[in-house]
C-alpha cells in the first residue's frame, strides 16, 4: 500500500538535488586547485633542476616516461605537459596576483590563456572573466579570437549609468555593459532585418548569453508590456540576477539616432511602473545597434531619468567555410560571362 508523499516534499527532494550539486561543485574545485598546485610544483622542480644541473630535453622525456610506468592509468603526464608545466611556472612565479588565480581555473584553460594571449594584464582579465563567467574552454578560445579584452576594457562604455543609478549599482552595471558584443556566431553575412536579426538571436539563445556575460537569464522576445489599455513589445527581455533588475535590449540594424533613447527611456519608464517588483532594482535598457557615434549616443542619454547603454554589435564579415569551396572565383565567372557573350 502507498503511502501518501507529503506536500512540501518536492521542495524537500529540490533542496537537497541543490545541496549535493553544491558539494559536487565544491568537491571539483578542490581537486582541480590540488592539480593546479601539483603542476605548478613539478614546474618549479624542472626549472630548478634546469638551473642548477643543465637538464635538456632528454632528461624530461625520461621523467615522463618513468612517472607514467609508476602511476599507470593516471593522465596529464606527458613530456609535453610537463614543459607546459615549466612554463606556467616560468611565466607567472613573478606576478603573485596570477599565481593565486591560476589554480581556480581549469588545466585545458591555463594552456589556452598561456598560448593565445602574452600581455599579463590581459591574462588576468580572461582567468578572472572565466572564473567570474564559468566559460568552458571553447567559449574562452572565442572570446580571445574576439578580442573581447579590447572591447570590455579599452573601448569607452556609452551609458548614463553613474548619473541615473547609485553609486554601488552603477559601478557593477557598467562593469556588466560591454561596449561591442561578437554576435559573428549567428551566421549572418549579409544585410537583415531587425526581425529576423531578433529570430537568430533566439535561435542562439544560450550562444546570446554566454557573449551578454554572467547573471543573464532570457525571459522573452517581443515581451508584451501592458499599459493603460495598451501593449508594448520589446524586443529581447533579461533579467539580472546579481544586478536584481530587469534587462530591455532594443535591436537596431542601422547606426544609432537620439529618438532611440527616447523610445528606450519610456519603455523603462513602463517597467518599472507595471513589471518591475518592489525588491528588484531599477530596470536598465540596453540599445544594441550596428554603429554608433559617441558624440550622438552621449548628448542623446544626458537628460534621460532612466539607465541607458548603447553598443555595437559586430557580425562576421567573412563567408562560411562551408561555402568557401563552392562557390567560383570570380576568374572563372568573369570567363563565363565572356563565353555566354561569345555564344549570343
Known amino acids: 500500500m502507498n503511502k501518501i508523499i507529503p506536500s512540501d516534499y518536492n521542495a524537500f527532494l529540490k533542496t537537497i538535488k541543490s545541496e549535493i550539486q553544491t558539494a559536487r561543485v565544491k568537491a571539483a574545485r578542490v581537486v582541480n586547485k590540488e592539480l593546479i598546485h601539483l603542476y605548478w610544483k613539478i614546474g618549479e622542480l624542472i626549472v630548478k633542476k634546469q638551473e642548477e644541473l643543465g637538464w635538456g630535453k632528454s632528461v624530461v622525456e625520461k621523467l615522463s616516461k618513468d612517472i607514467r610506468s609508476e602511476f599507470a592509468g593516471v593522465n596529464g603526464f606527458s613530456a609535453r605537459n610537463l614543459w607546459d608545466m615549466k612554463r606556467l611556472y616560468e611565466q607567472y612565479h613573478s606576478i603573485s596576483n596570477l ?24 591574462r588576468k582579465y580572461y582567468i578572472e ?11 574562452l578560445l572565442n572570446q580571445i579570437k574576439a578580442k573581447a579584452y579590447e572591447r570590455h576594457m579599452k573601448i569607452k562604455k ?16 557598467n562593469e556588466t555593459l560591454k561596449d561591442g558584443y561578437m554576435l559573428d556566431f549567428l551566421g549572418i ?24 556575460g554572467h547573471g543573464f537569464t532570457f525571459m522573452g522576445s517581443q515581451y508584451k508590456v501592458e499599459a493603460n489599455k495598451k501593449e508594448y513589445f520589446i524586443d529581447l527581455m533579461f533579467y539580472h540576477r546579481k544586478l536584481k533588475c530587469l534587462v530591455a535590449v532594443d535591436l537596431k540594424t542601422g547606426e544609432f539616432k537620439p529618438e532611440y533613447a527616447g523610445k528606450m527611456n519610456f519603455y523603462l519608464n513602463i517597467l518599472d511602473d507595471y513589471i518591475r517588483e518592489k525588491d ?8 544594441l545597434c550596428a554603429e554608433k557615434d559617441n558624440f550622438i549616443v552621449e548628448y542623446s542619454l544626458r537628460s534621460l531619468e532612466k539607465p ?24 572563372l565567372l568573369k570567363e563565363k560571362l565572356l563565353e555566354r557573350d561569345d555564344s549570343e
Open 158 to 173: 556609452t551609458h548614463n549609468f553613474e548619473k541615473t543609478l547609485p553609486a554601488h549599482l552603477a559601478e557593477q552595471a
Open 308 to 331: 541607458v547603454g548603447v553598443s555595437e554589435y559586430y557580425l562576421t564579415k567573412k563567408l562560411p567555410v562551408k561555402f568557401r569551396n563552392k562557390l567560383p572565383s570570380p576568374e
Open 280 to 287: 528588484e532594482n531599477p530596470s536598465i535598457g540596453i540599445i
Open 99 to 122: 599565481r593565486q588565480l591560476v589554480a581556480e581555473i581549469p588545466w585545458g584553460h591555463n594552456l589556452v590563456i598561456l598560448n593565445k594571449v602574452q600581455d599579463a594584464t590581459e
Open 189 to 212: 553575412t549579409e544585410p537583415v532585418l531587425e526581425r529576423e536579426l531578433e529570430n537568430r538571436m533566439i535561435e542562439k539563445i544560450r550562444d546570446v548569453i554566454m557573449e551578454f
Open 129 to 139: 572573466t572565466t572564473i567570474k563567467n564559468g566559460w568552458s574552454r571553447n567559449v
